[in-house]
């Protein structure tokens, strides 16, 4: 029997990982199973630890073969190829997508309190599970990975197949697999103890990887003159939210994000926004709007004056902290987000210095849009026809200094490729140019 457990087998499988030590690397376990064996990663390569939550989409009548894949944060992932020869049709994608979301966001809500805030954007993403037998998921989940903005993408498992090893090569940039028997049957039969891990167990192991790299009390904090990196609790009114706040050394700005509706602080396409603007020498603040109780009620979703209420306080609290207090602020809205913050920087105390709005529903404040005083840039897909009405009417009413750019062939999410680019190279422009200490 080649593994005692999963963890003996993660303990293996970190040996033949330890090379990426340091390529910045995020260890992302495949629930259930592979979250123990990435675990054991994890603490070899010093690396985050977070899971990986995606369904395949599986052809109606051959459920194995994947016709695509979704993941958190809307993203999906399709093959044309597949869809093409099996006769799919639109209807049958609608169906079985979304089933397959609602198990997503189910899975997510049920682990988001124990996961680390690491965008996998320009870093190594490490996709670990405890074996594999077709690997249809092992591809699904890398090619969300590559959506997240994942630098490289390397699958790493204690066992599989040699057929199904060779399949994936083209896929990731690296496989590593330590086992890879021409008689296989199946993954368990590698494995002294191969009992079910619960759900619990994964949240466990979350916590205990999180805590690990947390500086202890007492000890050396992150957060110091020189800048902040690293997860907050933000406290707005009686709620307290997680968040991921990160300050550069020397920042010139800070910018605080409002996601669209659907979305959290975990939000692919903020994260690659955010980490351009910390490149520009900004720092960043991603935190959920609303509590996982709230956002049950989607009424909460689209309470833009709840939403903007929200991101004040937590505006509030951000200059209370000694690593934000002397920095001028700027709100960076997508979608629903940024009808929340222009209507939070219309506000007659209002400290915000400069509003960005991505595909933004500035409609959605309208009554106010006339008190906002920060200058406000307004980008918006050249595809996304009905939002680009939306945001030439709101460039109308806005009295401040205001700018609507147009990129073209981009459609609302900004999903084409280099226009997310556009998009964050316009925000970093717009905040240095008006985020002067």
Same mark, same amino acid.
């Given at each position: 029997? *080649?593994?005692?457990?999963?963890?003996?087998?993660?303990?293996?499988?970190?040996?033949?990982?330890?090379?990426?030590?340091?390529?910045?690397?995020? #260890?992302?376990?495949?629930?259930?199973?592979?979250?123990?064996?990435?675990?054991?990663? %994890?603490?070899?390569?010093?690396?985050?630890?977070?899971? /990986?939550?995606?369904?395949?989409?599986? =052809?109606?009548?051959?459920?194995?073969?994947?016709?695509?894949?979704? &993941?958190?944060?809307?993203?999906?992932?399709?093959?044309?190829?597949?869809?093409?020869?099996?006769?799919?049709?639109?209807?049958?994608?609608?169906?079985?997508? %979304?089933?397959?979301?609602?198990? #997503?966001?189910?899975?997510?809500?049920?682990?988001? !309190?124990?996961?680390?805030?690491?965008?996998?954007?320009?870093?190594?993403?490490?996709?670990?599970?405890?074996?594999?037998? +077709? &690997?249809?998921? @092992?591809?699904?989940?890398?090619?969300?990975?590559?959506?997240? &903005?994942?630098?490289?993408?390397? /699958?790493?498992?204690?066992?599989? *197949?040699?057929?199904?090893?060779?399949?994936?090569?083209?896929?990731?940039?690296?496989?590593?697999?330590? @086992?890879?028997?021409?008689?296989?049957?199946?993954?368990?039969?590698?494995?002294?103890?191969?009992?079910?891990?619960?759900?619990?167990?994964?949240?466990?192991?979350?916590?205990?990887?999180?805590?690990?790299?947390?500086?202890?009390?007492?000890?050396?904090?992150?957060? +110091?003159?020189?800048?902040?990196?690293?997860?907050?609790?933000?406290?707005?009114?009686?709620?307290?939210?997680?968040?991921?706040?990160?300050?550069?050394?020397?920042?010139?700005?800070?910018? #605080?994000?409002?996601?669209?509706?659907?979305?959290?602080?975990?939000? *692919?396409?903020?994260?690659?926004?955010?980490?351009?603007?910390?490149?520009?020498?900004?720092?960043?603040?991603?935190?959920?709007?609303?509590?996982?109780?709230?956002?049950?009620?989607?009424?909460?979703?689209?309470?833009?004056?709840?939403?903007?209420?929200?991101?004040?306080?937590?505006?509030?609290?951000?200059?209370?902290?000694?690593?934000?207090?002397?920095?001028?602020?700027?709100?960076?809205?997508?979608?629903?987000?940024?009808?929340? %913050?222009?209507? %939070?920087?219309?506000?007659?105390?209002?400290?915000?210095?400069?509003?960005?709005?991505?595909?933004?529903?500035?409609?959605?404040?309208?009554?106010?849009?006339?008190?906002?005083?920060?200058?406000?840039?307004?980008?918006? !897909?050249?595809?996304?026809?009905? =939002?680009?009405?939306?945001?030439?009417?709101?460039?109308?009413?806005?009295?401040?200094?205001?700018?609507?750019?147009?990129?073209?062939?981009? +459609?609302?999410?900004?999903?084409?490729?280099? +226009?997310?680019?556009?998009?964050?190279?316009?925000?970093?422009?717009?905040? #240095?140019?008006?985020?002067?200490?």
């Amino acid at each position: 029997m *080649p593994f005692r457990d999963r963890h003996e087998a993660g303990r293996r499988l970190a040996e033949a990982l330890l090379h990426l030590r340091d390529a910045s690397p995020t #260890v992302l376990g495949l629930p259930r199973g592979g979250v123990p064996v990435a675990f054991e990663v %994890a603490q070899a390569l010093d690396a985050p630890l977070d899971v /990986l939550i995606v369904r395949k989409l599986g =052809v109606p009548h051959q459920p194995e073969l994947g016709m695509g894949a979704v &993941g958190e944060d809307g993203v999906r992932v399709l093959n044309p190829e597949v869809i093409r020869g099996s006769g799919v049709t639109e209807e049958d994608i609608a169906q079985i997508e %979304a089933r397959e979301r609602i198990a #997503v966001e189910q899975r997510a809500r049920l682990f988001c !309190g124990a996961r680390p805030d690491v965008s996998l954007a320009g870093r190594t993403a490490i996709i670990v599970d405890d074996g594999l037998a +077709t &690997g249809g998921t @092992a591809r699904a989940a890398i090619q969300v990975a590559r959506v997240h &903005g994942a630098d490289r993408v390397v /699958l790493a498992v204690p066992v599989a *197949p040699p057929d199904t090893i060779d399949a994936l090569q083209s896929d990731a940039d690296e496989v590593v697999c330590l @086992a890879s028997p021409e008689q296989f049957w199946a993954i368990g039969a590698w494995y002294g103890d191969f009992s079910p891990t619960v759900d619990r167990e994964v949240i466990d192991l979350l916590h205990e990887a999180r805590k690990a790299r947390t500086p202890a009390a007492g000890g050396s904090d992150a957060r +110091t003159h020189a800048g902040y990196d690293g997860d907050v609790e933000v406290h707005a009114g009686e709620h307290v939210l997680p968040g991921s706040l990160t300050i550069p050394p020397g920042a010139s700005g800070v910018v #605080v994000f409002a996601h669209g509706s659907g979305s959290s602080r975990h939000s *692919p396409r903020n994260r690659y926004v955010a980490d351009a603007l910390q490149r520009g020498g900004l720092g960043t603040l991603l935190f959920d709007l609303l509590s996982p109780e709230e956002e049950v009620d989607r009424e909460n979703v689209f309470d833009i004056p709840l939403l903007a209420r929200r991101l004040a306080a937590a505006t509030d609290w951000l200059r209370a902290q000694s690593v934000a207090r002397e920095l001028p602020v700027g709100y960076f809205g997508a979608s629903t987000g940024a009808g929340a %913050a222009l209507w %939070a920087a219309a506000e007659p105390e209002s400290p915000v210095q400069a509003v960005v709005s991505r595909g933004g529903r500035p409609d959605l404040a309208r009554r106010r849009l006339r008190e906002v005083r920060a200058p406000t840039l307004l980008i918006v !897909g050249g595809r996304d026809d009905l =939002v680009i009405d939306l945001n030439r009417e709101a460039a109308g009413h806005l009295r401040c200094e205001r700018r609507l750019e147009i990129v073209p062939s981009a +459609t609302h999410l900004f999903e084409e490729p280099g +226009t997310l680019e556009v998009v964050a190279e316009l925000a970093c422009r717009w905040f #240095v140019d008006h985020l002067a200490t």
